[in-house]
């Protein structure tokens, strides 16, 4: 079959091992032999990765059943879905998917009986979807809306906040943001939350540059953002 001709060609590429990266961890020594490849920018971390797409990307294009499960799947995964409601301030929210789109919209209604009106697209951010809406935290009042956005699946969050009244997003934006909550403070002019240093490396746009960066700076700081 033409799977099993492509299985008969691999050549899995060599990896190379490194006995020299040792850490003491409760007294014992582990050995981190394959470290270099947390640098997702060198050379040799993206000649390895090539060599990997060059055996993995024609045996998936060869095969035979993944049209059909991709069809089934669609087909199973396209039917509406609500979150369930939640009530911020004086207003309505929930999330809503008409079936296939790639991210939830969280939608506002005024009151229980008015008309749903959308508060935030994830879909407009991206052609591919992949741009995601993370933690959304509302003002006590209900007037704000603290939201964190990741891009490709990234545990790194840009936070914007945006007027609820009016849908009006501000101009604030922060970012390197990681693994934290929105808090905001009971007179609802703004809200706690950590942020990691700014990294120096000309990768800072990958995830694996900033856990490097975290070996020296191993907890966030905690922020207050005034709005």
């Known amino acids: 079959s033409t799977m099993a001709e492509h299985c008969d060609k691999w050549n899995y590429p060599f990896v190379r091992r490194d006995d020299s990266v040792v850490e003491t961890r409760c007294g014992i020594q582990v050995r981190d032999c394959y470290r270099w490849l947390e640098d997702p920018d060198s050379e040799e971390t993206t000649s390895f990765v090539k060599a990997q797409n060059a055996i993995t990307m ?39 998917n008409t079936g296939l789109q790639n991210q939830d919209v969280l939608y506002v209604q005024q009151s229980l009986q008015s008309e749903a009106e959308v508060f935030i697209d994830p879909n407009q951010w991206s052609d591919d979807g992949t741009v995601a809406l993370g933690n959304c935290s509302f003002s006590e009042n209900g007037e704000y809306c ?15 906040v945006k007027r609820v009244d009016t849908k009006e997003l501000l101009s604030d934006e922060l970012k390197w943001v990681k693994f ?6 009971h007179d609802n002019n703004g809200f706690f939350y950590q942020r990691f240093p700014e990294p120096d490396t000309s990768s800072a746009g990958t995830e ?3 856990v490097l960066n975290q070996k020296e700076n191993v907890s966030g700081d905690i922020s207050i953002h005034v709005c």
């Open 58 to 96: 024609p045996y998936l294009a060869a095969c035979p059943v993944k049209e059909k499960y991709h069809a089934r799947m669609s087909d199973l995964y396209n039917y509406p879905k609500y979150s369930c409601p939640f009530k911020r301030g004086s207003r309505y929210f929930y999330y809503y």
């Open 146 to 160: 603290a939201y964190g956005i990741s891009e490709s699946g990234s545990d790194w969050r840009t936070i914007k």
């Open 180 to 185: 934290c909550s929105i808090a905001w403070t």
């Open 208 to 210: 694996t540059s900033q």
